[in-house]
């Protein structure tokens, strides 16, 4: 079992950058396929990006590509979210997750253990 905490959210201008933080408990974090979900209000939530254990494979949103960045650090047992060009759009609450399951998934069904997100607002 793995516990998950986000951190780094906050207000930014259209543009601007922040990065998020999601530290887990545990020792096995680097058994883990990781990702990020995000939820906008009155939307359903969304697949953002994922990495696998290792750090091997990395996925995003086309929404996102080219703009944010997933990283892991396993000796710290933190994922990462670099959001670089924030748009209005980007505004929602996000999520870290994670999965035993192999490979990348991209259904919220999938994912076993979530944070309990952290408030990304993006100003125009």
């Known amino acids: 079992q793995v516990q998950l905490v986000e951190s780094g959210g906050g207000l930014v201008q259209a543009g601007g950058s922040l990065r998020l933080s999601c530290a887990a408990s545990?020792?096995?974090?680097?058994?883990?396929?990781m990702a990020w979900f995000r939820q906008a209000p009155g939307k359903e939530r969304e697949f953002v990006s994922a990495?696998?254990?290792?750090?091997?494979?990395?996925y995003y949103a086309d929404s996102v590509k080219g703009r944010f960045t997933i990283s892991r650090d396993n000796a710290k047992n933190t994922v990462y979210l670099q959001m670089n060009s924030l748009k209005p759009e980007d505004t929602a609450v996000y999520y870290c997750?994670?999965?035993?399951?192999?490979?990348?998934?991209?259904?919220?069904?999938?994912?076993?253990?979530w944070g309990q997100g952290t408030l990304v607002t993006v100003s125009s």
């Open positions: 990495i696998t254990s290792s750090a091997g494979s990395t």
């Open positions: 997750a994670a999965t035993l399951l192999l490979g990348i998934r991209m259904e919220t069904s999938r994912y076993a253990y």
């Open positions: 545990g020792r096995t974090f680097s058994r883990y396929n």
